[in-house]
């Protein structure tokens, strides 16, 4: 069973097909098929514009976040570091297309494994283009180290949650959230963050946030949280939620209502629906895929990784991608 997910659901809105490459054709088990291994490897291409943003994530998520749990000290200069020995290794590895081995498994080899769509489909990425991408990176840890009463929070903490996967269930339907970070700080209500790498931050991502706020309220009550047990009586709309956009050091926060509440459950809800009836819910069949409905827009299928086997004939776009715009 396929889980309702945002990113997932907003993937099935832009293109159902790319939906199904991404949700039900990639899986760890699929040694012994050809199409599924080539699906699951392309699954794992980024932009040069993601790929910037999934390194900062990482040097935040698996380094500054276990530093700050264990009380240790972890700079800007900590992050910078292991930002650029990151970059390198990744590079490498994308531009000698080592991901195409298969003996190179994500799971065993995450600092380098982080493919860039661009080395897969021969499209030229400058030097300038490498430059500009470091130095959005660069950016990007600023900001976020620069704001004191931020990172002071943290540090402060009790304990903090990156990439905590929080699975649950809302009418019978399967969801999943992972939010980037939550914040258990002592007799306060716990504090989400999401934050994003994105040039032109003109999406508010309140609704992502929200679903991580209700997925957090229904897994802290389970025996597997019970080391949380000081957070679990805080209703709902005690919750702090807070989106970072850290390219242009704007933080917004966001309340948790009831109306808001009532109004993503039923986001929610239709959208696990909608999911259902594209057979989110029924085993892998390659055959499902034409029933799926594919983008109009051209400008969705220059970003998407599953160009080459994806059987749509795609329109003509005199559109020069941004590669810092994605
Ligand atoms: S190439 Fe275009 S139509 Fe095909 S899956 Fe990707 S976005 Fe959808």
Sequence with gaps: MKAFSFSGYRTFQKCQRQWYFNSKAKGSNVKNDPLRREITMLSHLRTLAAWRGQLVDDVLSTEMVPAFNQRQEFSLDDALSVANKLFKKRLRFSQNREYRDPNNKK??????????????????????????????????????????????????????????????????????????????SKRQAPLIVDWKVHAEPVKRYNQQLLIYALALHYNLPLPQYRHRF????????????IEYQL??????????????????????????YKLQLAGANDSYNFDDLQDLEQTDDPEICLTCSFRKICSHEQKPTNYQPNLFDW
């Design 107 to 184: 799971s065993h080899i995450p600092e380098e494994f982080s493919p860039l769509l661009e080395h897969e489909y021969d499209i030229p990425v400058s030097d300038e283009q490498l430059e500009d991408a470091w130095l959005e990176i660069e950016i990007a840890l600023t900001h976020f180290f620069q704001n004191e009463s931020l990172v002071e929070l943290l540090r402060g903490a009790e304990h903090l949650d990156a990439q905590r996967t929080l699975n649950f269930k809302l009418e019978g339907f399967s969801a999943v959230g992972t939010p980037d970070l939550i914040v258990y």
């Design 230 to 241: 000081s957070w679990r009586n805080y209703p709902l709309t005690d919750y702090k939620l």
């Design 247 to 272: 390219l242009k050091d704007d933080l917004r926060h966001y309340t948790v209502t009831e109306d808001y509440l009532f109004q993503i459950r039923e986001f929610i809800i239709e959208g696990a």
